[in-house]
Nanobody, 117 residues
Framework: QVQLVESGGGLVQAGASLRLSCVAS????????MGWFRQPPGAERELLVA????????YYAESVKGRFTISKNNAKKTVDLQMNSLKPEDTAVYYC??????????WGQGTQVTVSS
């Protein structure tokens, strides 16, 4: 059974940094894509960043390019999201996701990030 567990959310001031981590278990990660989504209050869930487990290709939404960085650790089966220069509009619940060939294999439980102005 696929399990994704996120950690690292919190309350910070604008301009600060946070690092989110997602640990995957229950599957072999080759050929999967892991990503981070977020869902602001009253809004749809949106894809922010993604990384291919096998070839390290990455995707970044325009809203986070230059501020957020995704990285992975094969041995630990973790995907981290380094978030710098946080803005109040980054306030959301952040979710880790894993999928292959467009089919979602699992979601994390979500971690709250709140950025105060």
């Amino acid at each position: 059974q696929v399990q994704l567990v996120e950690s690292g959310g919190g309350l910070v001031q604008a301009g600060a940094s946070l690092r989110l981590s997602c640990v995957a278990s229950g599957l072999t990660l080759s050929n999967y894509v892991m990503g981070w989504f977020r869902q602001p209050p009253g809004a749809e869930r949106e894809l922010l960043v993604a990384i291919s487990w096998s070839d390290r290709n990455t995707y970044y939404a325009e809203s986070v390019k230059g501020r957020f960085t995704i990285s992975k650790n094969n041995a630990k089966k973790t995907v981290d999201l380094q978030m710098n220069s946080l803005k109040p509009e980054d306030t959301a619940v952040y979710y880790c996701n894993i999928q292959r060939l467009g089919i979602v294999a699992g979601w994390g439980q979500g971690t709250q990030v709140t950025v105060s102005s």
